[in-house]
T-cell receptor, first 108, second 115 residues
Framework: GIQVEQSPPDLILQEGANSTLRCNFS?????LQWFHQNPWGQLINLFY???GTKQNGRLSATTVATERYSLLYISSSQTTDSGVYFC??????????FGAGTRLTVKP | EPEVTQTPSHQVTQMGQEVILRCVPI?????FYWYRQILGQKVEFLVS????????KSEIFDDQFSVERPDGSNFTLKIRSTKLEDSAMYFC?????????????FGDGTRLSIL
């Protein structure tokens, strides 16, 4: 089956810093989503981005489907950005596969 | 913005008991999904459901599990004879279209604790 790898597994930042999270996938995909899991366990949908670039405030994402990777950029990080960021790809029709996540800690 | 709602938020059940987790998908969505996340691990796909039948299921979704859309709004996951290893967060999701052309929207999850 498809492999979804996220890096880095853990990231610690000072408030105000920028960061880039990466998601590599081993096969062609038709759908890719980025999620933020907050400390309460909720999965917040950040981007639906099978290809191209999107921006939403301090966050932006780019997916290069032909090279099988996606990047999530966080600028001017805030403590509320802390949590786990998951990349998920649609594989085998309706079967969405998640990566293991990047745990982000933003320190004040 | 419409949301996927899940109840209860936390369910505590004795091992061996049956449990039903409930979800109300977004009203104009046609595809429904269940996922599981064991504490500290990645989110895992369980099953997708369309047109009143299962369209995909993972190897996790064995005979212990079943899904149902009992009426026009609810989508349920039943776990028969629960085991300790069923303790996890269970997420329901829905999408307007299937396959690749629409994002999946997730509920807040039900935390299931098996004692």
């Amino acid at each position: 089956g498809i492999q979804v790898e996220q890096s880095p597994p853990d990231l610690i930042l000072q408030e105000g810093a920028n960061s880039t999270l990466r998601c590599n996938f081993s096969d062609s995909v038709n759908n890719l989503q980025w999620f933020h899991q907050n400390p309460w366990g909720q999965l917040i949908n950040l981007f639906y981005i099978p290809s191209g670039t999107k921006q939403n405030g301090r966050l932006s994402a780019t997916t290069v489907a032909t090279e099988r990777y996606s990047l999530l950029y966080i600028s001017s990080s805030q403590t509320t950005d802390s949590g786990v960021y998951f990349c998920a790809v649609l594989y085998n029709n309706n079967d969405m596969r998640f990566g293991a996540g990047t745990r982000l800690t933003v320190k004040p | 913005e419409p949301e996927v709602t899940q109840t209860p938020s936390h369910q505590v059940t004795q091992m061996g008991q049956e449990v039903i987790l409930r979800c109300v998908p977004i009203s104009n969505h046609l595809y429904f999904y269940w996922y599981r996340q064991i504490l500290g691990q990645k989110v895992e796909f369980l099953v997708s459901f369309y047109n009143n039948e299962i369209s995909e299921k993972s190897e996790i979704f064995d005979d212990q599990f079943s899904v149902e859309r009992p009426d026009g709004s609810n989508f349920t996951l039943k776990i028969r004879s629960t085991k300790l290893e069923d303790s996890a967060m269970y997420f329901c999701a829905s999408s307007q279209g299937g396959f690749s052309n629409q994002p999946q929207h997730f509920g807040d999850g039900t935390r299931l604790s098996i004692l």
